[in-house]
């Protein structure tokens, strides 16, 4: 069963978008503001992977955050580069946004309901709910796949038909949410590290030596919901270690991850705790709340026991559970050129973490160039990357590139970027100095690729600051 938002004929579309994730929304959007006709397709209702949870496009499936506002960093430099550049998701991001210290998390509801609003009542763009089998080349219209980590099976297979290669792919593990009102607010204070934000974004659950250890000790004994067989070939990606797999390298090496107690004074002591589970809020009500870093694996059962040992949450409702899913990339420098087409077949384009990009911000960036790129080459004109100086050219860089080792998929930071010239930091300049001077010469170097896709540059000391939630 096909569903079809317009009535406008479909022989008027100029280009097809398959996937209405985040880097699909963004390249149909950057094509239609463009005068170009899509044709964006989405395989739910009528198929639904296993780690989707509604049928809206631009669900946000493993967070709510795309991660620091900071500019001081590639990824709030990023953030900047790409609310210049026009992108969709990054306005919607800030209108509803959510506390979360100097993180852009959102509401990913009503985010995922206005990125719908806004594509499907795009009068250039027509969303067909179907889901794609095979690659629609017959039609000699340009395609793009945005398709993501979820790939259907089907699809996966025409696609490495076309490469002539066999898939990578790695694991990506899905923290729980958990309901607010189940959470013991005797037993957990509010901040946020270092007194970032509002001061009070996150719920922290502290624990002392013994309550680690117990907690340590009962999570490597879990029982999770992976075969060993599942496990023999499993890669992943470092970003979205499972907890389980962070506390197997050693006793307190959660510690030093996703419960790393540093910066967080508990108010009753005045000290840092032995170690910290912090909660993120899911919604401006802050009726939910994400378990920050806590991507799992273990079986539900075993959820339950396990993290209600956190101080806290003993009496925990868990709103959703954590799990664990395969994530699909291609070996993008061997197989795209640098405006993501198949080198072997330059009709078929991709976009988002099919490429080798992690994370939603990452996939933004992806669909942005991949939509400018293409509505420049329909109308004859050139169109080159950003300069890698700049936080997107250097993320595209790692895509076109790779890296000698062999590639693997990458969230976007500073070693992504060239080096610094000696001349002008000195030749062993310390790590606020290197970030500042790549943030000021991306920052110089942007405005030149901003002209060339149409838009009116203004300094970036002058963007308009995002509004404070209500």
């Known amino acids: 069963m096909t569903q079809d938002t317009q009535d406008r004929n479909p022989q008027d579309d100029q280009v097809v978008v ?71 998701m ?59 980590p979820l790939t259907s099976d089907a699809l996966a297979a025409d696609i490495a038909r076309m490469t002539g290669q066999e898939r990578l792919s790695f694991f990506d593990a899905i923290a729980p949410i958990l309901d607010a009102p189940s959470i013991d607010e005797e037993k957990v204070f509010r901040a946020s590290r270092w007194g970032k934000g509002d001061g009070d974004d996150y719920v922290n659950c502290p624990m002392d030596k013994v309550q680690y250890l117990a907690f340590i000790d009962a999570l490597l004994q879990a029982e999770t919901s992976v075969t060993e067989e599942f496990e023999k070939d499993a890669h992943y990606f470092p970003g979205c270690l499972p907890i389980e797999v962070i506390a197997a390298s ?54 339950r026991r396990v993290l209600r040992m956190i101080p806290g949450l003993e009496q925990v409702e868990f709103l959703r559970y954590g799990s664990v899913h395969r994530n699909t990339f291609l070996d993008s420098p061997k197989l795209l050129d640098e405006a993501m087409c198949l080198k072997s077949s330059p009709q078929l384009r991709f976009a988002g973490q099919i490429t080798g990009v992690e994370g939603y911000l990452e996939s933004t960036a992806s669909g942005l160039w991949v939509g400018a790129r293409l509505a420049a080459d329909l109308r004859g004109t050139e169109l080159p990357p950003p300069s890698p100086t700049t936080s997107l050219g250097a993320l595209l860089r790692h895509v076109r590139e790779g890296s000698p080792s062999g590639f693997q998929p990458s969230n976007v930071h500073f070693g992504l970027f060239p080096a610094l010239d000696p001349a002008v930091v000195g030749r062993k300049p310390n790590k606020a100095d290197r970030k500042a001077g790549m943030r000021d010469r991306a920052r110089l170097d942007l405005p030149d690729w901003l002209r060339r896709i149409g838009i009116s540059v203004e300094p970036a000391s002058e963007v308009p600051p995002v509004e404070a939630c209500g």
């Open 250 to 303: 050693g006793p307190k090496s959660l510690r030093f991850g996703p419960m790393k107690p540093t910066g967080l004074d508990d108010p009753r002591t005045g000290r840092w705790a032995y170690a910290i589970v912090q909660l993120r809020a899911e919604n401006r009500d802050k009726t939910a709340y994400n378990m920050v870093g806590f991507q799992t694996k273990m079986k539900q059962g075993e959820q």
């Open 90 to 148: 990054l306005r919607l991001a800030d209108v509803h946004r959510v506390p979360a210290g100097d993180a852009l998390a959102v509401d990913r509801e009503k985010f995922s309901a206005d990125v719908e609003a806004h594509i499907a009542g795009h009068p250039r763009i027509r969303v067909v709910r179907t889901e794609v089998e095979r690659l629609p080349l017959d039609e000699r219209l340009p395609v793009v796949v945005a398709t993501g």
């Open 18 to 88: 398959i996937g209405g994730g985040l880097a699909g929304c963004e390249c149909a959007w950057q094509l239609a503001e463009r005068g170009i006709a899509v044709r964006l397709v989405e395989m739910r209702p009528h198929r639904r992977s296993p780690a989707h949870q509604t049928d809206g496009l631009g669900e946000l499936v493993c967070s709510n955050s795309f991660r620091s506002d900071a500019p001081e960093n590639a990824v709030g430099l990023l953030h900047e580069e790409l609310r210049r550049a026009g992108s969709l």
